[in-house]
């Protein structure tokens, strides 16, 4: 019986699982995120990797087949070929597929041939391919290649606004209340100087965007315009892919998962759906639940062969996994 190592590694946590082809999962660990972009490095992010493969079970007498490796980072071509190089110098399986993990979670989410995957966790990132080979990617590296939103960037802006209403700069937001609380602090400007001089890890700043889709919710003008942006984005990176691949009037799925979207909020999902169908009438969007590391997954039971009933074990074991 082979054996499959699955990651995928995000910003926030990365999931390893271990497996055989009939789908059975062997091993399951989860860890600190292992973008080298935000990890400290290659070196550091491989480290941290190793350990959790260590973890879920990986040795040199139960050695997989196959390493289907999906990370956040692995943009650029030559980002790629270094992460590919690290991950066939650790040694983990006889061979490896390494890729983005906006690929991981395209694969969850669908096996049409049409589709677009669009990831808004802690930043944003799209991936979309067409039944004839073609595929459209984006850069993702953040401001600096036209990237906007994502949990990081909407509590950056949440903050942002929260300061200006506080000292009178800006309109009034119940985000005020909402930082203050959420940090423990009695002011916006203490969470500020607290962030300013490191007491808070300016990392933190994503866990207020839960706390902004809740006070655009309750009808906050202030984050209503924000999530409306979140959603004008999410949708104008899918429509341009399809519309680069020539599928804006063809039948497609369009997979959305990520942080931000996993909460399944209502507002700015409503605002996606109404955007991406003006555009891609015969879209159909579905919101990926299941953690990304099981597109890893079948990834790998694709490359190895396994059949349809071994994805469906995989399936239901991380249904039990992953409650």
Known sequence: MRLLLAVDGGNSKTDVLLADTTGRVIGHTRGEGTNHQTAGGLDAAMRRLDELVRR?????????????????????????????????????????????????????????????????????????????????????????????GGGRHLGLLALWHAARAEDGRGPATSLVDAVTAHFGRSTVAEVSAAMHLGDIPPTRLGELAPALLRAAAAGDRVCRAMVERQAEEVALLAIT????????????????????????????????????????????????????????ALLGLDALGAGEAARHTLRAAADRLFP
């Open 56 to 148: 879920a079970g990986v040795t040199d007498v139960l050695r997989p087949a196959l390493a289907a490796v999906y990370l956040a980072g692995a943009d650029l071509p030559t980002e790629l070929a270094a992460i590919s190089e690290a991950v066939t110098a650790a040694g983990w399986a006889d061979r490896s597929i390494v890729d983005n993990d906006a690929v991981a979670l395209l694969r969850t989410g669908t096996e049409a041939a049409d589709a677009v995957a669009v990831v808004c966790g802690a930043g944003t990132n799209c991936v979309a391919r067409a039944a004839g080979g073609h595929e459209v990617r984006f850069p993702s590296l953040g401001q600096i290649s036209g990237d906007w």
């Open 241 to 296: 892919a399809l519309r680069r691949l020539g599928l804006l009037a063809a039948p497609v799925v369009v997979v959305l998962g990520g942080g931000v979207l996993r909460a399944r909020d209502a507002l700015l999902l409503g605002a996606i759906q109404e955007r991406l169908l003006a555009a891609a009438p015969l879209a159909e969007i579905t919101v990926v639940t299941e953690p990304p590391v099981v597109g890893a």
